[in-house]
């Protein structure tokens, strides 16, 4: 891919005392039904100044190996390197600690790292300008994370993954991922479990793949259990997930976790908006029903203008879709973490922060 602007000499960082960080995590072996989007992302971080693209969609969605894939890709366009930072969906991250973090990874020592973000800023604007350097950050939550490190300059570039869209930050390339096709998904189970395997069941197998609900992250937790598990038929862990318990229970696997993930997601919602978080267990008492704004307003005792608000919120956190008659529904996976939510024991406090880890840990979530 050629960039708009020169590419630099891959030893001017070197030279001019700067370090040359590499560090990308490993692309993903196994990578499935996005290859348009990569490629997206890829045009956008190599395209014309501002070179910013911000890559969103559901928890579990893929967004972190796409944007590795991606950066990946480019890399060579980038010989004044590549730094990576998770915010792991943190809102307490500042702008001025992810600040130091870069400036960090560009060789500024404490000694020399300025007090405020905005000299930070600054000093990260100095040294990146007409430079070939790639920055992915992942896990942002706010577009006031990601405002100080965008590119003032043609030659540096910056991915962002969010599951919000980000929608206030100016001029910036946008690829929004939706749950993975049926073909993509059957891709994806076969790279990680054998197409043998599902070749002897693909009653079994479309089951299967309906109840992922098209999540990557889903996919991915199958598909590593029938890999762990050779003698475990297709059906019968169809079987299983259909059983009458938790089908999140079975959604988890060593470090990945379907429940964790959707939780991280909905303790974030819940921490920066107090209705958009009664707003979410109204709705997980009811999961199977759509929600209209007007009856959402009379149960909650708010205006209906603040929880339309509420409510767009959710969408745009990808908790919640609209359908065509302008009611509002919860996604499937959503639906079975908010039935559990409703069963909760009652108590003191949402049921959404009561104990949940994910308001100050979070998960690898995607």
Same mark, same amino acid.
């Given at each position: 891919?050629?960039?708009?602007s020169?590419?630099?000499?891959?030893?001017?960082?070197?030279?001019?005392?700067?370090a040359?960080?590499?560090?990308?995590?490993?692309d993903?072996?196994?990578?499935?039904?996005?290859?348009r989007?990569?490629?997206?992302?890829?045009?956008?971080?190599?395209?014309?100044?501002?070179?910013?693209?911000v890559?969103?969609?559901?928890?579990?969605?893929?967004?972190?190996?796409?944007?590795?894939?991606?950066?990946?890709?480019?890399?060579?366009?980038?010989?004044?390197?590549?730094?990576?930072?998770?915010v792991?969906?943190r809102a307490?991250?500042?702008?001025? %600690?992810l600040l130091?973090?870069v400036?960090?990874a560009?060789?500024?020592?404490p000694?020399? /790292?300025p007090?405020?973000?905005?000299?930070?800023?600054?000093?990260?604007?100095? @040294?990146?300008?007409?430079r070939? @350097?790639?920055?992915?950050?992942?896990g942002?939550?706010?577009?006031?994370?990601?405002?100080?490190?965008?590119?003032?300059?043609?030659?540096?570039?910056?991915?962002?993954?969010?599951?919000?869209?980000?929608?206030?930050?100016?001029?910036?390339?946008r690829?929004?991922?939706?749950?993975?096709?049926?073909?993509s998904a059957?891709?994806?189970?076969a790279?990680l479990?054998?197409?043998e395997?599902?070749?002897?069941d693909?009653?079994?197998?479309? %089951?299967?793949?309906?109840l992922?609900?098209?999540?990557?992250l889903?996919?991915?937790?199958?598909?590593?259990?029938?890999?762990?598990?050779?003698?475990m038929?297709?059906a019968?862990?169809?079987?299983?997930?259909?059983?009458?318990?938790?089908?999140?229970?079975? @959604?988890?696997?060593?470090?990945?976790?379907?429940?964790?993930s959707?939780?991280?997601?909905?303790?974030?919602?819940?921490s920066?908006?107090?209705?958009?978080g009664?707003?979410?267990?109204?709705?997980?008492?009811?999961?199977?029903?759509?929600?209209?704004?007007?009856?959402?307003?009379?149960?909650l005792?708010?205006?209906a203008?603040?929880?339309?608000?509420? /409510?767009?919120?959710?969408?745009?956190?990808h908790?919640?879709?609209?359908d065509?008659?302008?009611?509002?529904?919860?996604?499937?996976l959503?639906?079975?973490?908010a039935?559990?939510l409703?069963?909760?024991?009652?108590?003191?406090?949402?049921?959404?922060?009561?104990?949940?880890?994910?308001?100050?840990?979070?998960?690898?979530?995607?």
């Amino acid at each position: 891919m050629t960039a708009a602007s020169p590419t630099a000499d891959p030893a001017s960082a070197a030279e001019a005392g700067l370090a040359v960080p590499r560090e990308l995590p490993p692309d993903l072996v196994t990578f499935a039904g996005r290859t348009r989007e990569a490629g997206e992302v890829s045009a956008g971080a190599t395209g014309r100044a501002p070179a910013v693209v911000v890559v969103t969609g559901p928890p579990g969605s893929g967004k972190t190996g796409l944007a590795v894939r991606a950066a990946h890709a480019v890399a060579g366009e980038f010989p004044d390197g590549q730094i990576f930072v998770d915010v792991a969906y943190r809102a307490s991250v500042t702008p001025a %600690e992810l600040l130091a973090r870069v400036l960090r990874a560009l060789g500024v020592v404490p000694a020399d /790292m300025p007090d405020s973000a905005d000299e930070r800023a600054g000093r990260l604007r100095s @040294l990146t300008a007409g430079r070939r @350097l790639l920055l992915v950050l992942d896990g942002v939550t706010s577009a006031a994370q990601v405002r100080p490190l965008l590119p003032a300059s043609p030659g540096p570039a910056l991915i962002a993954v969010a599951r919000r869209s980000l929608g206030n930050l100016d001029g910036v390339r946008r690829v929004a991922l939706s749950p993975l096709t049926e073909p993509s998904a059957r891709e994806l189970l076969a790279a990680l479990a054998g197409a043998e395997r599902l070749a002897a069941d693909p009653g079994a197998t479309s %089951e299967l793949i309906g109840l992922c609900a098209g999540s990557v992250l889903a996919l991915r937790v199958a598909g590593s259990r029938l890999a762990t598990w050779p003698g475990m038929s297709v059906a019968a862990l169809v079987g299983e997930l259909t059983a009458g318990g938790s089908k999140l229970d079975l @959604l988890s696997y060593d470090d990945l976790s379907v429940r964790a993930s959707l939780a991280a997601a909905v303790a974030v919602v819940a921490s920066e908006d107090e209705v958009a978080g009664r707003l979410f267990e109204l709705l997980a008492a009811c999961p199977e029903a759509p929600a209209a704004v007007d009856r959402a307003a009379a149960q909650l005792g708010e205006s209906a203008e603040r929880i339309r608000r509420a /409510m767009e919120g959710l969408v745009d956190a990808h908790l919640v879709a609209r359908d065509d008659s302008a009611r509002y529904r919860l996604p499937a996976l959503v639906r079975d973490y908010a039935a559990e939510l409703s069963t909760a024991p009652a108590g003191p406090g949402s049921r959404l922060v009561r104990g949940n880890p994910f308001l100050t840990l979070s998960s690898r979530s995607g």
